[in-house]
């Protein structure tokens, strides 16, 4: 229980709705994690892992229907509808709340309703923001635990501070006609009602560490962003953190874990987070960022030995399964990890090739960040860390370079808000269609696009210390539909060429859309990439990026009034150098 009032009266008004039949408050204890999930196994929602090869590991399967998120359930809900802007579903919240609340009706009666109140960052942070989810799912009280740092001590700060997001989910009876995602970013709450998968359903990800929080971030003026952290350390000690931003399932968890390639040796790559990142102009001028999560909610298919050995090291014990297959002997498989062939497909069917993929291509592991052999403790450093460079990065086949840094934050904003990506299975929808996904926010930006672009610019110039921005594409294909860049471990040698951009020790060849590494300024040494190839990964098509550009300057007017005059300026700039190249 509690001592804040505002929170007991609301838990009071969520059990009067929705009728539990018992209560329970969430301490976050490790013996409570095994005792939930050893209750969940009684259930039915989970089953044990090979004990030998993966201890204190669990299988979960969804209902399958129910795997991924859901961006046409998913709505924004201010009072007026420009706020939301044409980058999210709009409803009044006035209806919204009625929907919600016919559903919500007596959902609970024979289930016990979870109070869980969650901290997002580290517990003593200043950046750091708590919630608290109530739930009646077992499996969302376990993958908070791992997600978010939970239970005591968030409570004691929330009662401390007396702010919290309100977060209400249920699982219902997962009927996809009766899901819905809801945010009120403007009462500062979230109702998800119907869902059961991450992404919908563990509140302090997707909807309070992004949608909420980009709107907190806007008016309290910091940025709350889909982005990887991770730091690079030379062999002299030196450390500079990047934070990346790539649309889901593009790589974030790989990037964010990478293992440099031999001839990197005393290099080494610290993961921060995998995710999201929260940033703040600090005292001295530079960019400080933490990652509000504990955990890694990651993508199981092509995690494997070459792509991810630290993911593989950081999943045999103590991590949850979703939607995985299995093997005989009872340990998770999916498409990519090795050559066994499953016993067992997602769905719990006998494995046969004719029916698809074994595992779902939307598999998750859930796992503690703590557990990852790159796991740095700066992860708890309530400063968080400072960042000296912004990465943005989207899945093209063709045009995008390989690499190119911007020729100012105003340039770097355009290149974020530019983003376009294939789309992959984290959603719902049809798989590999180009959109645009401005700075990885499209399912994720809690506001108009026009005035979150207006938020980024607002920090041109509040200091000469801001990050450089740069823009990567490791996807680019071949005529014949193979990757022309090796990507993984490889790309250290981007991360190593933009360190160098930041140190101000390699000069670049400026172009109309960036300036480009120099030939011979990438490290190669060791890869067998034939020159052609480079060539190409580095080319600038100027009349493909005449068409992009006007193509962006239409993107960008589909706000309205909301595009602020300085993101079309730099459009236009962009544009004109173009026409002249
Ligand atoms: C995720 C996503 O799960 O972006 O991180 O979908
Ligand atoms: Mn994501």
């Given at each position: 229980?509690?001592?804040?009032?505002?929170?007991?009266d609301?838990i009071?008004?969520?059990?009067e709705?929705?009728?539990?039949?018992?209560?329970?408050?969430?301490?976050?204890?490790?013996?409570e994690?095994?005792?939930?999930?050893?209750?969940?196994?009684?259930?039915?929602?989970?089953?044990?892992?090979?004990?030998?090869?993966?201890?204190?590991?669990?299988?979960?399967?969804?209902?399958?229907?129910?795997?991924?998120?859901?961006?046409?359930?998913?709505?924004?809900?201010?009072?007026?509808?420009?706020d939301?802007?044409?980058?999210?579903?709009?409803?009044t919240?006035?209806?919204?709340?009625?929907?919600?609340?016919?559903?919500?009706?007596?959902?609970m009666?024979?289930?016990?309703?979870?109070?869980?109140?969650?901290?997002?960052?580290?517990?003593?942070?200043p950046?750091s923001?708590?919630?608290?989810?109530?739930?009646?799912?077992t499996y969302?009280?376990?993958?908070?635990?791992?997600?978010?740092?939970?239970?005591?001590?968030?409570?004691q700060?929330?009662?401390?501070?007396?702010?919290?997001?309100?977060?209400?989910?249920?699982?219902?009876?997962?009927n996809?006609?009766?899901?819905?995602?809801?945010?009120f970013?403007?009462?500062?709450?979230?109702?998800?009602?119907?869902?059961?998968?991450?992404?919908?359903?563990?509140?302090g990800?997707k909807c309070?560490?992004?949608r909420?929080?980009?709107?907190?971030?806007?008016?309290?003026?910091?940025?709350?962003?889909?982005?990887?952290?991770?730091?690079?350390?030379?062999?002299?000690?030196?450390?500079?953190?990047?934070?990346?931003?790539?649309?889901?399932?593009?790589?974030?968890?790989?990037l964010?874990?990478l293992?440099?390639?031999?001839?990197?040796?005393?290099?080494?790559?610290?993961?921060?987070?995998?995710?999201?990142?929260?940033?703040?102009?600090?005292?001295?001028g530079?960019?400080?960022?933490?990652?509000?999560?504990?955990?890694?909610?990651?993508v199981?298919?092509?995690?494997?030995?070459?792509?991810?050995?630290?993911?593989?090291?950081?999943?045999d014990?103590?991590?949850?399964?979703?939607?995985?297959?299995?093997?005989?002997?009872?340990?998770?498989?999916?498409?990519?990890?090795?050559?066994?062939?499953?016993?067992?497909?997602?769905?719990?069917?006998?494995?046969?090739?004719?029916?698809?993929?074994?595992?779902?291509?939307?598999?998750?592991?859930?796992?503690?960040?703590?557990?990852c052999?790159?796991?740095s403790?700066?992860?708890?450093?309530?400063?968080g860390?400072?960042?000296?460079?912004?990465?943005?990065?989207?899945?093209?086949?063709r045009?995008?370079?390989?690499?190119?840094?911007s020729?100012?934050?105003r340039?770097?904003?355009?290149?974020?808000?530019?983003?376009?990506?294939?789309?992959?299975?984290?959603?719902?929808?049809e798989?590999?269609?180009?959109r645009?996904?401005?700075?990885?926010m499209?399912?994720?930006?809690?506001?108009?696009?026009?005035?979150?672009?207006?938020h980024?610019?607002?920090?041109?110039?509040?200091?000469?210390?801001?990050p450089e921005?740069?823009?990567v594409?490791?996807?680019?294909?071949?005529?014949?539909?193979?990757?022309?860049?090796?990507?993984?471990?490889?790309?250290?040698?981007?991360?190593?060429?933009?360190?160098?951009?930041?140190?101000?020790?390699v000069?670049?060849?400026?172009?109309?859309?960036?300036?480009?590494?120099?030939?011979?300024?990438?490290?190669?040494?060791?890869?067998?990439?034939?020159?052609?190839?480079?060539e190409?990964l580095?080319?600038?098509?100027?009349?493909?990026?005449?068409?992009?550009?006007?193509?962006?300057?239409?993107?960008?007017d589909?706000?309205?009034?909301r595009?602020?005059?300085?993101?079309?300026?730099?459009?236009?700039?962009?544009?004109e150098?173009?026409?002249?190249?």
């Open positions: 229980m509690t001592t804040h009032r505002a929170l007991k609301w009071g008004k969520v059990a709705l929705t009728q539990p039949d018992d209560i329970y408050w969430c301490n976050g204890s490790v013996e994690y095994d005792a939930m999930a050893e209750k969940l196994e009684a259930e039915g929602g989970f089953s044990r892992l090979n004990p030998e090869t993966h201890p204190n590991c669990w299988l979960h399967r969804s209902d399958p229907t129910d795997v991924a998120r859901v961006e046409h359930l998913t709505f924004v809900c201010t009072s007026k509808q420009e939301a802007g044409p980058n999210n579903n709009w409803m919240p006035g209806k919204a709340r009625a929907k919600m609340e016919s559903l919500y009706k007596g959902c009666k024979g289930r016990t309703l979870y109070v869980i109140p969650y901290c997002m960052g580290p517990i003593d942070s950046l923001r708590c919630g608290v989810e109530v739930t009646d799912s969302v009280v376990c993958n908070m635990k791992l997600m978010t740092r939970m239970g005591k001590q968030a409570l700060r929330i009662e401390r501070e007396g702010s919290f997001i309100k977060g209400l989910h249920s699982v219902g009876d997962l996809p006609d009766r899901r819905f995602i809801m945010h970013p403007e009462d500062l709450e979230i109702q998800s009602f119907g869902s059961g998968y991450g992404g919908n359903a563990l509140l990800k309070h560490a992004l909420i929080a980009s709107y907190q971030a806007r008016s309290e003026g910091w940025l709350a962003e889909h982005m990887l952290i991770l730091g690079v350390e030379s062999p002299e000690g030196k450390i500079h953190y990047i934070a990346g931003a790539f649309p889901s399932a593009c790589g974030k968890t790989n964010a874990m293992i440099p390639p031999q001839i990197y040796k005393g290099w080494k790559i610290w993961t921060i987070g995998d995710d999201i990142c929260w940033m703040r102009v600090g005292e001295d530079r960019m400080w960022a933490i990652n509000p999560e504990s955990g890694f909610f990651g199981a298919p092509g995690t494997a030995a070459n792509t991810n050995p630290n993911a593989l090291a950081m999943l014990h103590d991590a949850i399964f979703t939607n995985v297959a299995v093997t005989e002997d009872n340990q998770p498989w999916w498409e990519g990890l090795d050559d066994r062939v499953p016993a067992t497909d997602w769905k719990g069917n006998p494995y046969n090739p004719e029916n698809g993929p074994a595992a779902h291509p939307n598999s998750r592991f859930t796992v503690h960040m703590s557990q052999p790159s796991y403790d700066k992860a708890e450093a309530p400063a860390v400072p960042i000296s460079a912004i990465v943005f990065g989207g899945r093209r086949e045009l995008v370079p390989l690499v190119m840094e020729h100012s934050w340039h770097g904003v355009l290149m974020g808000a530019s983003m376009a990506s294939e789309t992959t299975a984290a959603n719902i929808d798989v590999g269609v180009v645009r996904d401005p700075m990885a499209k399912p994720f930006c809690g506001y108009n696009f026009g005035d979150y672009w207006k980024w610019m607002s920090f041109d110039g509040v200091s000469d210390k801001l921005i740069f823009h594409n490791w996807f680019r294909k071949d005529a014949n539909g193979k990757f022309m860049w090796p990507g993984f471990g490889e790309n250290m040698r981007v991360l190593d060429w933009i360190i160098k951009r930041c140190e101000g020790k000069g670049s060849l400026d172009t109309p859309i960036g300036n480009l590494p120099l030939p011979g300024d990438l490290n190669l040494e060791g890869i067998t990439v034939p020159a052609a190839t480079m190409a580095l080319e600038v098509d100027t009349a493909a990026w005449r068409e992009e550009i006007s193509e962006i300057g239409k993107y960008l589909s706000f309205g009034a595009t602020p005059e300085s993101i079309k300026a730099e459009q236009k700039r962009v544009s150098a173009l026409t002249r190249a």
